[in-house]
C-alpha cells in the first residue's frame, strides 16, 4: 500500500527542482549582470526592449510574468540609470510607454556575451536544453491560460 505522505517529499514535488535550479542560474547571472549594473529582473527587461522596441508597461508585463507592483519600481530604477524612459502614450493615455535611452540601446552590446557565459555554466547538452526551455514554455502558457 502506497505512503500517503510520499506526496509530501520534497522527491515527488516537480516544484522544488524548478525553484532550485531557477535560484541557481539566477545565482549565477548575479557576477555577470554585476558588470552590466544589472539585477535578473532589470536584464529581462532590457532583453525585451532591445527585442521589441517600444512597449507599453502592460504588454511588458504580461511578456515577462510580471505584474505592476514588480515591473514599476523596477521601471523607476532603469530610468534613474538612464536606461530607460517611461511616458503617456501618444496613442492612448492611459498607457505608459517604456523605451530605451542612447545609454539603454549601447548598453546592448556590452550585453552580447552574456547569453555565452551563461550557456557554459548549465551543463546540458544543447538539445536537451531546448527540451527543458519548450518544456517550460510550455508549461508557462498552460497556466497563464488558468
Not at 500517503?4 to 532550485?20: E, G, H, I, M, R
Not at 547569453?115 to 527540451?131: K, T
Request: proline residues 6%; neutral net charge; contains cysteine.
Amino acid at each position: 500500500m502506497p505512503d500517503p505522505y510520499d506526496a509530501l517529499k520534497l522527491s515527488s514535488q516537480l516544484c522544488f527542482p524548478l525553484y532550485a535550479c531557477s535560484k541557481e542560474i539566477v545565482r549565477r547571472y548575479k557576477p555577470i549582470l554585476d558588470e552590466l549594473d544589472l539585477t535578473y529582473t532589470q536584464y529581462i527587461v532590457m532583453m525585451a526592449l532591445w527585442e521589441h522596441g517600444r512597449m507599453n508597461v502592460k504588454s511588458l508585463g504580461a511578456l515577462l510574468y510580471l505584474d505592476s507592483g514588480t515591473l514599476t519600481p523596477l521601471l523607476k530604477k532603469l530610468e534613474q540609470k538612464g536606461l530607460v524612459t517611461r511616458a503617456r502614450s501618444h496613442e492612448d493615455e492611459r498607457f505608459l510607454d517604456v523605451a530605451l535611452t542612447g545609454d539603454g540601446e549601447a548598453l546592448r552590446e556590452r550585453a552580447l556575451a552574456v547569453p555565452g557565459r551563461i550557456a557554459s555554466c548549465v551543463p546540458l547538452p544543447p538539445e536537451e536544453g531546448m527540451q527543458l526551455y519548450v518544456l517550460l514554455h510550455k508549461a508557462l502558457r498552460a497556466m497563464s491560460l488558468e
